[in-house]
């Protein structure tokens, strides 16, 4: 299995800026899906961001958009969520989450343990 771990989490100031790392155990990210996902008090689980290690695409939900840049380096097997201009609404544990594909089908889904990111008016 893979293993997922997440850190970087803390606290900030509205406006400041956290980063966030999720390193994995694959040996390669080409077959990866990697993204990361949020759940604050009270709400459901949402996607934040995702990109695919075969060809670097990425996805951001559009209350991020602008703010966060999820990126990822291949050598190290580990993907990093870039988040600035932090919103109070940006509170949530985050979760990072890895799909692995194969002949473009999904074959098996992975979470990393979550890392709270506490964002103060």
């Known amino acids: 299995d893979v293993q997922l771990q997440a850190s970087g989490g803390g606290a900030a100031q509205a406006g400041g800026s956290l980063r966030l790392s999720c390193a994995t155990s694959?040996?390669?990210?080409?077959?990866?899906?990697v993204g990361w996902f949020r759940q604050a008090p009270g709400k459901e689980r949402e996607g934040v961001s995702c990109?695919?290690?075969?060809?670097?695409?990425?996805y951001y939900a559009d209350s991020v958009k602008g703010r966060f840049t999820i990126s990822s380096d291949n050598s190290k097997n580990t993907i990093y969520l870039q988040m600035n201009s932090l919103k109070p609404e940006d509170t949530a544990v985050y979760y990072c989450?890895?799909?692995?594909?194969?002949?473009?089908?999904?074959?098996?889904?992975?979470w990393g343990q979550g890392t709270q990111v506490t964002v103060s008016s």
């Open positions: 694959a040996f390669s990210l080409d077959n990866y899906v």
């Open positions: 990109i695919s290690g075969s060809d670097g695409s990425t």
């Open positions: 989450k890895a799909d692995r594909f194969a002949l473009g089908n999904l074959r098996r889904t992975y």
